[in-house]
């Protein structure tokens, strides 16, 4: 779709320079992303980044502290039951990353005994080039992970957890983190985190309604009326009966559905009317609240063989 949306402040625009100054003094990069929307949420401004590092990482130096080959690792961040499509469709996910020649892990942010696991996947990882270090006579030190994501997909409470204490600010809005910090886990891991940083523009616009639909975009900048008729469709499509079962109400596509469904929805909530008229704005407020809230269900908004 030609139609393309603007989202880069000023915060970001800088983030995205320090980040590219700051990787050659990192090890590992660890990417979180949202299992909502996996790929609308992995930012391909960091693909470039690390990219960008390959002839200068195949040099070997006596001050450089990251080996020929910078690993990455993909962290699929959501909470995840046995009990739902969402444990399948993760796996999927997973399984696509690693297709991608891309270390994957599902993490839990409810349950503080996986996030060990995060820093034992990245030890393992950089295994290999901390014993050529320590061969080649180097001082013992602390791994480096940089935490990248964008806002609001949760490194902020991601970090703290590792930390085993309060080291970023948190807040369920785009954008809380807005400068880069050191934290130390541990005395063997250190970890850098950013500022959630999207691309300076979404050319898809079914990208730029997923990541809306997870909170780390603001929605007003998409008409709502189509993110909701978006929402509502894939619902449907995918989940069908998650409307049904929440609102009480039938949706026939064959139909003029759209009106009825805010009547629906807006009678099921008992949301007042405005003049006479149902109040289309508070249904969206309460319709998109719901699924921020998981009352719809542990929705995934795409699928790893790229059909929304």
Request: net charge neutral; proline share 4%; hydrophobic share 40%.
């Given at each position: 779709?030609?139609?393309?949306?603007?989202?880069?402040?000023?915060?970001?625009?800088?983030?995205?320079?320090?980040?590219?100054?700051?990787?050659?003094?990192?090890?590992?990069?660890?990417?979180?992303?949202?299992?909502?929307?996996?790929?609308?949420?992995?930012?391909?401004?960091?693909?470039?980044?690390?990219?960008?590092?390959?002839?200068?990482?195949?040099?070997?130096?006596?001050?450089?502290?990251?080996?020929?080959?910078?690993?990455?690792?993909?962290?699929?961040?959501?909470?995840?039951?046995?009990?739902?499509?969402?444990?399948?469709?993760?796996?999927?996910?997973?399984?696509?990353?690693?297709?991608?020649?891309?270390?994957?892990?599902?993490?839990?942010?409810?349950?503080?005994?996986?996030?060990?696991?995060?820093?034992?996947?990245?030890?393992?990882?950089?295994?290999?080039?901390?014993?050529?270090?320590?061969?080649?006579?180097?001082?013992?030190?602390?791994?480096?992970?940089?935490?990248?994501?964008?806002?609001?997909?949760?490194?902020?409470?991601?970090?703290?957890?590792?930390?085993?204490?309060?080291?970023?600010?948190?807040?369920?809005?785009?954008?809380?983190?807005?400068?880069?910090?050191?934290?130390?886990?541990?005395?063997?891991?250190?970890?850098?985190?950013?500022?959630?940083?999207?691309?300076?523009?979404?050319?898809?616009?079914?990208?730029?309604?997923?990541?809306?639909?997870?909170?780390?975009?603001?929605?007003?900048?998409?008409?709502?009326?189509?993110?909701?008729?978006?929402?509502?469709?894939?619902?449907?499509?995918?989940?069908?009966?998650?409307?049904?079962?929440?609102?009480?109400?039938?949706?026939?596509?064959?139909?003029?559905?759209?009106?009825?469904?805010?009547?629906?929805?807006?009678?099921?909530?008992?949301?007042?009317?405005?003049?006479?008229?149902?109040?289309?704005?508070?249904?969206?407020?309460?319709?998109?609240?719901?699924i921020f809230d998981g009352n719809i269900g542990k929705i995934t908004w795409?699928?790893?063989?790229?059909?929304?």
């Amino acid at each position: 779709m030609s139609k393309q949306i603007q989202w880069f402040p000023g915060h970001m625009a800088k983030a995205r320079r320090e980040i590219s100054e700051k990787i050659k003094l990192i090890d590992i990069v660890v990417e979180l992303v949202d299992a909502r929307a996996p790929l609308s949420s992995k930012n391909p401004m960091f693909d470039q980044i690390c990219v960008d590092l390959g002839d200068e990482q195949s040099i070997e130096q006596s001050l450089s502290t990251f080996s020929s080959h910078m690993k990455r690792l993909v962290e699929i961040t959501n909470e995840v039951t046995e009990k739902s499509l969402v444990l399948l469709v993760t796996a999927l996910w997973i399984e696509y990353f690693k297709s991608k020649n891309l270390h994957a892990i599902c993490v839990n942010l409810k349950n503080f005994n996986e996030y060990q696991l995060v820093i034992n996947v990245c030890k393992e990882i950089l295994k290999e080039k901390m014993e050529r270090e320590a061969k080649r006579g180097l001082k013992p030190r602390a791994m480096r992970a940089m935490i990248l994501g964008i806002p609001n997909v949760g490194k902020s409470t991601f970090i703290n957890r590792l930390a085993k204490r309060k080291a970023t600010v948190t807040g369920n809005r785009p954008g809380v983190t807005k400068a880069q910090q050191i934290i130390k886990v541990d005395k063997d891991f250190e970890l850098f985190d950013t500022p959630g940083v999207l691309w300076p523009r979404f050319e898809d616009i079914n990208i730029a309604r997923n990541i809306a639909l997870i909170g780390s975009i603001k929605q007003d900048i998409l008409p709502l009326d189509e993110l909701f008729i978006y929402a509502i469709e894939y619902l449907e499509k995918t989940y069908p009966g998650s409307v049904k079962k929440r609102y009480d109400i039938e949706i026939d596509f064959e139909s003029d559905w759209i009106e009825k469904i805010y009547d629906d929805i807006a009678k099921n909530r008992k949301i007042k009317p405005v003049r006479g008229y149902t109040d289309y704005d508070r249904v969206m407020e309460v319709f998109f609240n719901d699924i921020f809230d998981g009352n719809i269900g542990k929705i995934t908004w795409e699928k790893p063989d790229g059909t929304l």
